[in-house]
């Protein structure tokens, strides 16, 4: 089966401090994707890479980055967290090609 | 831009069937996927039309209807463990990523 898997299940940091999501995919999937969840807002796409070192801005990009230097492994990086980052992130991948994400369990990140 | 729109809750009775639609505005529109996701887990997928008409795994069937811009979810037999919250998402060509929906929460009651 694939794995996807999230670093942190749970995160709590402080206003400004540098955060760093990790998330590391077993299948040699080719696109990576970075979802926050939010109650009412379903799904929303922050950034996804389709290849090695490459990157495309998703919906709702403004205050974060990423960061994908291995094929396994796609990084979200809240520069200076605010309080309105506090959310569910979800990180996924899949075959480019395929129409079949796979998710990882999540992080909650609570930002004080 | 672009849009889904489902109900926000469901409730039906164990055994029965359900149907949670789907409408899109999209432009570019490829295909429509349907993900499961219980309460604390992580999102799994169900299935995925690109062609119109109905798609049968098993107990649940998704059905696509392109010049409507609709689709819908059907679960058939419902079980207690059906509860759970069911996600559209929308493809569109050329794009790797999807555009999913806010969610429908499903109820099943006894």
């Known amino acids: 089966d694939v794995k996807v898997t999230q670093s942190s299940r749970y995160l709590v940091k402080r206003t400004g401090e540098k955060v760093f999501l990790e998330c590391v995919q077993d299948?040699?999937?080719?696109?990576m994707f970075w979802y926050r969840q939010d109650p009412g807002l379903g799904l929303r796409l922050i950034y996804f890479?389709?290849?090695?070192?490459?990157?495309e801005k998703g919906d709702i990009p403004e205050g974060y980055s990423v960061s994908r230097e291995k094929k396994e492994r796609f990084s979200l990086i809240l520069e200076s967290a605010s309080t309105n980052q506090t959310s569910m992130y979800l990180c996924?991948?899949?075959?480019?090609?395929?129409?079949?994400?796979?998710f990882g369990s999540g992080t909650q990140l609570s930002v004080l | 831009g672009q849009s889904l729109e489902q109900p926000s809750e469901v409730t039906a009775v164990e055994g029965a069937i359900v149907q949670i639609n789907c409408t899109y505005q999209?432009?570019?529109?490829?295909?429509l996927s349907w993900y499961q996701q219980h309460d604390g887990g992580a999102p799994t997928f169900l299935s995925y039309?690109?062609?119109?008409g109905l798609e049968e795994t098993g107990r649940f069937s998704s059905f696509l209807s392109r010049s409507d811009s609709y689709g819908y979810l059907l679960l058939q037999e419902l079980q207690m463990k059906d509860s759970a919250s069911y996600f559209c998402?929308?493809?569109?060509?050329?794009?790797?990523?999807?555009?999913f929906g806010t969610g429908t929460r499903l109820t099943v009651i006894p």
């Open positions: 998402a929308v493809k569109n060509a050329g794009a790797n990523n999807l555009f």
């Open positions: 999209t432009s570019g529109f490829y295909g």
């Open positions: 996924a991948s899949k075959f480019r090609g395929y129409e079949k994400l796979f």
């Open positions: 039309n690109a062609l119109d």
């Open positions: 299948m040699d999937h080719e696109n």
């Open positions: 890479s389709y290849d090695v070192k490459m990157k």
